[in-house]
């Protein structure tokens, strides 16, 4: 976390990607990560209930011209971990333990959209639905992912 005096270093990063401003001393050490901005994700929505995002196919593919596998899980777990974040709160953390998807269709151009949406929301688990769509509403594909929820580690017990 940053102090009211220090600039928080990720301020562009963050409103480049959508991220609420009331989310970015919460995002202030770590901004959103190196991957979700290579893969183009931008956020529109952002709670431990519903997070909601898109990101590109461009630049996004397999070697046969249609949206990575990987980067459909890349979308999800992003999803799926910020809005447990959200849920574990400024005392907690979201560790992945378990993502896995289906997928429904192919893309090769345009705009994907990912919807995520809490299955449980519990003391020391968070499971999130993450449905992936095309820009004309068809499912290409369906994830699940479960959050470990933990307080984070004493400061000072860690420098040991």
Known sequence: MTDKLTPNPFTAVLRAAGVPEDMH????GYGIGALVEK????FQQISAQLSVATMPVEGNTQVAGILHGGAHLVLAETLGSFSAGVHAGAGGQALGIEIGATHHRGIATGLVTG??????????LATHEIVIRDEAGRRLSTARIT???????DAAATSR
């Open 147 to 153: 959050n470990m929820i933990r307080q984070k580690p």
């Open 115 to 124: 919807t995520c949406t809490a299955l449980h929301l519990g003391r020391t």
């Open 25 to 28: 001393e919460w995002l202030s």
């Open 39 to 42: 893969m183009g994700i931008r």
